[in-house]
């Protein structure tokens, strides 16, 4: 139903230049949010972060050390603390990635000298172990974020995962709970999510979805949380893209062994190792192309959750996806193994279809974690010593705020169809949210770098009369905030006029737009 905005004046105008011309040309979809049928809650846990040890994610990113000069809170930067509270982080991910599955978490306690070892997976750096578990929590209560702690599977064993627990979580004054005390923190910590292994099928352990089920089981059964006043939701290492058989056998193999989620690891952009394509410096078929696999999300995930819904027809299991974003290829001059990596306006693109995608799944996509929040892949922050850059996808994050626990609203529209050499995308991406303040919101990216699109909104079952918000648009393709100039790509604010019924948006070509309606 695609149709072009040609007005009886445009069209009169059209004979005497190309600015009218061009304005009968913008592409134009008409958008129906329907507020009569409520949807799933959209959970913030979706808004998920990820934050391992690699590269100068943690150590330079969060940790500086309390003797640092940039200005710290018990060691933890607070120019980058304040910047995450202002997207609300639900909960951090940590220590690992593959990092996890060769972390032990004595190693990084205590008021001592802390044993210095070795990242084998990111750089084969020195890891000082000074950010530990202590730290760690101190970091989410600066932030106001729950925890998601990543338990060794790989290379540990239950009674390491079960110590770790009862460090963190017992009331009771055991050794472990005395040394919690001792290190500063009498009071339990709250695990709220405790994923049991990494990547099983690869960097944690290379095991088959059947032995990893084992293992799943026997974890699962001794790792208890102390903390009577915050239950811990167990999350199962889960399957690399569209490996189904993975997803199916562990279903089938736990099916009662308390297992609240399941993960699902997706990067869009990445192929083989080592990654190819360019952060910045790319072209449209470059733009296209990873656009292209970021949508393929939405089928994996409806893939996945169907095998789900054969053994869990309840959805009790949440498809946790805590690992999602774009893997290009790292910043010339940074050590591949870093992961350090340029984020641009198609990255902001890029999650804001990724996170439509898992608000139309929110009956089954109940948490996830872009990876990852500071100086690796696609970062929400960049850091170069006491210097901070906010990325484009940390601003398409803070546009989605009111999103957290919101109530999904399907939204009827046509997308049209955006064509760049052999790839066809959709134009238009839309979706929409009654938030907890009782404002419906829509979110609109238009994914055509190379023009315009009128998006004329309307709602069945509420009358409105404005639509205002946010529009997240850039000078270029690739275009990123520096050091230099970190004000490239900014929200900008936005307003709809009111035509024949119609609230009418004009976006920017690679925009992302979030607007409430009033
Ligand atoms: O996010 C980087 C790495 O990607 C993680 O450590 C691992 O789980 C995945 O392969």
């Not at 330079?60 to 309390?66: D, L, N, Q, T």
């Not at 900014?490 to 976006?507: E, F, Q, R, W, Y």
């Amino acid at each position: 139903m695609r149709r072009y905005a040609i007005s009886l004046t445009a069209m009169g105008l059209a004979a005497f230049g190309w600015a009218a011309m061009a304005e009968a040309a913008t592409p134009v979809t008409k958008a129906t949010v329907d507020t009569t049928q409520p949807g799933a809650e959209i959970s913030r846990q979706i808004f998920g972060q990820f934050a391992e040890h690699l590269g100068t994610g943690i150590y330079g990113g969060i940790w500086v050390g309390k003797d640092s000069a940039i200005p710290n809170t018990r060691g933890i930067r607070n120019d980058v603390v304040a910047a995450l509270k202002a997207i609300k982080v639900p909960n951090v991910r940590w220590p690992g990635g593959c990092f996890a599955d060769e972390y032990h978490w004595e190693k990084g306690i205590g008021t001592g000298k802390r044993p210095v070892t070795l990242n084998s997976n990111w750089g084969g750096v020195i890891e000082p172990n000074t950010f530990g578990t202590d730290e760690y929590m101190d970091f989410l209560s600066q932030i106001g974020a729950d925890s998601y702690v990543s338990a060794n599977v790989g290379s540990s064993t239950p009674r390491e995962t079960a110590e770790w627990l009862e460090y963190m979580t017992s009331e009771k004054e055991t050794s472990l709970a005395v040394a919690r005390r001792e290190n500063g923190h009498p009071a339990p910590y709250a695990v709220h999510f405790l994923g049991i292994g990494n990547e099983s099928w690869g960097c944690g352990g290379n095991m088959t979805p059947e032995h990893y089920a084992d293992e799943y089981r026997q974890f699962a059964t001794y790792a208890k949380n102390y903390n009577s006043a915050v239950p811990m939701k167990k999350i199962a290492s889960g399957a690399n893209v569209d490996d189904y058989n993975w997803t199916e056998t562990v279903m089938k193999d736990t099916q009662g062994q308390g297992m609240d989620g399941l993960s699902l690891h997706f990067y869009s952009g990445f192929e083989n190792w080592p990654p190819y394509q360019p952060a910045t410096g790319f072209d449209e078929t470059e733009y296209a192309k990873v656009i292209k696999t970021a949508l393929r999300m939405d089928e994996l995930v409806t893939k996945h959750s169907a095998i789900m819904d054969k053994y869990d027809p309840q959805k009790k299991v949440a498809l946790v996806v805590d690992e999602w974003g774009a893997w290009l290829k790292n910043e010339p001059g940074t050590n591949p193994g870093f992961l350090y990596q340029q984020n641009s306006q198609r990255d902001a693109v890029l999650a804001a279809v990724t996170i439509n995608i898992f608000t139309r799944h929110a009956d089954r996509v109940r948490m996830a974690n872009i990876a990852q929040m500071i100086n690796v892949l696609q970062a929400m922050i960049l850091t170069d010593g006491d210097k901070m850059v906010l990325t484009p996808t940390y601003h398409v994050f803070k546009m989605y705020v009111p999103w957290q626990d919101a109530t999904f609203l399907p939204v009827s529209y046509d997308a049209g169809t955006y064509t760049h050499g052999t790839v066809t995308l959709p134009r238009a991406d839309i979706a929409a949210a009654k938030a907890k303040d009782g404002k419906v919101y829509v979110s609109i990216t238009n994914i055509d770098p190379t023009q315009p699109l009128e998006v004329d909104l309307s709602a069945l079952g509420l009358k409105a009369k404005s639509a205002s918000g946010q529009t997240l648009t850039a000078p270029k393709l690739d275009s990123i905030n520096t050091f230099d100039k970190p004000n490239t790509v900014v929200p900008k604010a936005i307003s709809a006029t009111a035509k024949n019924g119609s609230l009418v948006l004009k976006l920017a070509p690679e925009s992302v737009t979030v607007v409430s309606l009033d």
